[in-house]
């Protein structure tokens, strides 16, 4: 069983940056991409970035791209997101996600694992 850990959510205003991480624990997710994933009240939950298991291969989601860089780290196991020019349409909870084979992929169906998540909020 794999557990996954956000950190660093919080409350910052628009223009902001913050950096999320995510601690897997119980196995070893270097094998595996990984994602980053949010969910807004009252809406889906929406891909926002991908990494492959050897992290050569990084994708995005469009609202994502050119502000926020997906990294990770397989001696560590963590995964990390580093969001910059922060908006208030970023206000959400972020989960990280453990992806089924190795290619990094921006539907939820390619996920098996998940964190509770952790909220960002970012105001105007």
């Known amino acids: 069983q794999v557990q996954l850990v956000e950190t660093g959510g919080g409350l910052v205003q628009a223009g902001g940056s913050l950096r999320l991480s995510c601690a897997a624990s119980?196995?070893?997710?270097?094998?595996?991409?990984m994602g980053w994933f949010r969910q807004a009240p009252g809406k889906e939950r929406e891909f926002v970035a991908a990494i492959s298991r050897s992290g050569v291969t990084t994708i995005y989601a469009d609202s994502a791209k050119g502000r926020f860089s997906i990294s990770r780290d397989n001696a560590k196991n963590t995964l990390n997101l580093q969001m910059d020019s922060l908006r208030p349409e970023d206000t959400a909870v972020y989960y990280c996600?453990?992806?089924?084979?190795?290619?990094?992929?921006?539907?939820?169906?390619?996920?098996?694992?998940w964190g509770q998540g952790t909220q960002v909020t970012v105001s105007s």
């Open positions: 996600a453990g992806g089924r084979t190795a290619i990094a992929r921006s539907t939820p169906q390619d996920y098996n694992y």
């Open positions: 119980g196995r070893t997710l270097s094998s595996s991409a």
